[in-house]
């Protein structure tokens, strides 16, 4: 039967694992975005990856999009309103096309009735 122990392969009074067991961290950098709303993230990367580290990061607190030059943060995006069916065909079409196809439908429907 189980002794009830929660953890198995360990003994009583082992500590956590330390960079001994794990082997040394790789060398990190830090690399400063700020956001329109002049919130600064901080994410850490390796220092190889450091030269290609991405030209934007998106802020943590707002959402915004952040980048490397404090004085000139990248601009929001600019979010489009919800728009239904129709309102994608009155991009397309005039109210005298819509006229015209409307016509052209009742037409249709009055000869297969009356035909």
Known sequence: ???GSAIRGSRVGAGPMGEAERGDT???IWVS???A???ETRPSFAEEAALEAPVTWDCPRCGFPA???QENPPSPSKNEPYKTHLAYVKERRSDEDG????DEALAALRAKRGG
């Open 99 to 102: 006229a015209a196809i409307l």
């Open 37 to 39: 709303n002049g919130h």
């Open 26 to 28: 790789a060398p990190r």
């Open 33 to 35: 975005y700020w956001c």
């Open 1 to 3: 039967m189980a002794s």
């Open 67 to 69: 980048g490397q030059d």
